[in-house]
């Protein structure tokens, strides 16, 4: 991880999974938009929310948390993307030296190759339900909360707030969070 102040900008480079706080969000009511610039736009990068703790079915303790990922992947060898809503679960197994992660995926929506080199990642948490989702200005409405969607189980959304990195390295900039 790299912290740049005056560009405000924080790179993040993992080979598997790393994440970072930006902020402790008191309320269910908040905005975030931050600017994501990804090598070759491979991998995934994004935002989470909504971390609480939990436990494994051994008693190990957890994390589990929401995400929204920009993701490439390789579909009959081109290469496609999509935004993911996610819930995850991580926890570091007994005599491990790194933690772990289970992913519940909820929700796809196809977007275009990126076009430029940095592109604008927004969310809107409203009442504790995800309202926006916009990415590269498009509003993907497929990805929001909705009445009748079966959730596995209540979801958090107020608790930390920040920027998470899958697979090679993504700079996050200008990173706004606004509480209503």
């Known amino acids: 991880m790299n912290f740049n102040p005056l560009r405000q900008e924080v790179a993040l480079g993992c080979s ?25 736009w491979t991998g995934a990068a994004g935002i ?7 436990r494994m079915d051994d008693g190990t303790q957890s994390l589990r948390f929401q995400t929204v990922l920009f993701r490439s992947f390789d579909l009959d060898g081109r290469q496609q993307f999509r935004i993911d809503r996610d819930l ?23 977007v275009d ?18 309202d926006e989702v916009r990415w590269n200005g498009v509003r993907l ?11 596995p189980r209540p979801l958090v ?5 920040g920027i998470i990195n899958e697979g090679g390295a993504t700079v996050f900039r200008n990173a706004q969070i606004q509480s209503f």
């Open 157 to 161: 959304s107020h608790g930390r707030l």
């Open 88 to 110: 995850l679960e991580a926890w570091t197994p007994v005599g491990a030296l790194l933690p772990t992660a289970d992913r519940i995926h909820f929700l796809s929506a196809k």
């Open 16 to 40: 598997h999974t790393g994440a970072l706080t930006l902020i402790d969000v008191p309320s269910s009511n908040f905005r975030i938009e931050v600017k994501i610039s990804k090598s070759n």
């Open 113 to 130: 190759a990126p076009d430029s080199l940095e592109i604008p990642l927004v969310l809107s948490i409203r009442d504790g339900f995800l």
């Open 141 to 151: 409405d497929k990805l929001r909360d909705q009445l009748g969607v079966d959730w």
């Open 48 to 54: 989470f929310w909504g971390v609480e703790p939990g």
